[in-house]
């Protein structure tokens, strides 16, 4: 599965930002689906998770302020981030479930990633 993120960038505090991650149409309505993000000597966490039902979840510091959703005749994965602050900075990367695993912001329950795309926030 090859998962391609793109809209990253920097921005102001306050402001938003909108991710987005191409995979395959069969890829996006199947599984569980989830963005994580990573900033140097700490470990990668995740954000947001949304099953192939439509359920979705999200860490505490993003409710609120992030909405993960997918576009299923696309192939696409979104995230939507509002009220940016300067600890969202990071490489924020989108995620394929392992078959068979429950959809939780784990990374070990996430087998295939994208190579990530940076967001600033200053």
């Known amino acids: 599965v090859q998962l391609v993120e793109s809209g990253g960038g920097s921005v102001q505090v306050g402001g938003s930002l909108r991710l987005s991650c191409v995979a395959s149409?069969?890829?996006?309505?199947?599984?569980?689906m989830g963005w994580f993000r990573q900033i140097p000597d700490k470990e990668r966490e995740g954000v947001a998770g949304i099953e192939s039902d439509g359920s979705t979840s999200y860490a505490d510091s993003v409710k609120g302020r992030f909405t993960i959703s997918r576009d299923n005749t696309g192939g696409m994965l979104y995230l939507q981030m509002n009220s940016l602050r300067p600890d969202d900075t990071g490489i924020y990367y989108c995620?394929?479930?392992?078959?068979?695993?429950?959809?939780?912001?784990?990374?070990?329950?996430?087998?295939?990633w994208g190579q990530g795309t940076q967001v600033t926030v200053s």
């Open positions: 149409v069969d890829t996006i309505g199947r599984y569980c």
């Open positions: 995620a394929k479930a392992r078959p068979g695993y429950a959809c939780s912001l784990q990374p070990a329950a996430f087998g295939s």
